[in-house]
C-alpha cells in the first residue's frame, strides 16, 4: 500500500480519548542501560511535553525491530516469518505467545512482551498502541537516511530491516481497518 493509503487507515482510527503526557522523545535501545535486572534510561535531551503516552514504547520496539537485528544471518524470509506473530491483531490486542527456546529471535519476543505490558497501561482503549507502533515502524522505514548504496553489510541490513518495518507497519493499520 501507498503511504497516503496507510495514512487514510490512521486517520480513520479512533484515537481519543488517548493519555497524553510528557514523553523521552527519543527512547531507543541506546538510550536504556540494563544493569543486573535493572532498565536504566539515559539521554534526556529529546523530552517532548502533550504526546502520546505509548509512542515511547512503540519507539523502543521499532528500534529494536530494526537496530536489533543487524547481525542477525537469516533470510529476509525467515526473520521476518519468525516475528510475523507479534504483528498480527490477536498478538497486539491480547497476550503474546512465546516461541520455542531455539529460535534465534526468542529475545525480540522477551523485549517485546515487557514493553507491551508496561504500554498497555497507557492505553484509554484496545488498539491504541498498536496504532501507533504501526506509525512508528513506518516512520523507522522513511527515515531519510539512505543505506542501499553502501558497501556496509550492516548497512545493507539495516535496509532489509526497514523494508521489514514498512510491511509489519502495514500489517497492523490493515489488522485495524
Known sequence: MSLTDLENIFKAQDHKPTRIGTIHGDLNATNVLVRNTDAIIIDFNDIQANMPLVYDAACLEGGLLVDGFVKDTRSPKDWLASIAPLYQKAALVDWIESCHPSDASRWFYDCVRQIRIHAKQFECQPGQYATVLAL?????????????????????????LRAGAYVLGQQILRSLK
Open 136 to 160: 512508528t515502524l513506518l516512520k523507522k522505514a522513511c527515515n531519510s537516511h539512505s543505506f542501499e548504496d553502501s558497501a556496509e553489510p550492516s548497512d545493507r541490513k539495516r535496509a532489509i
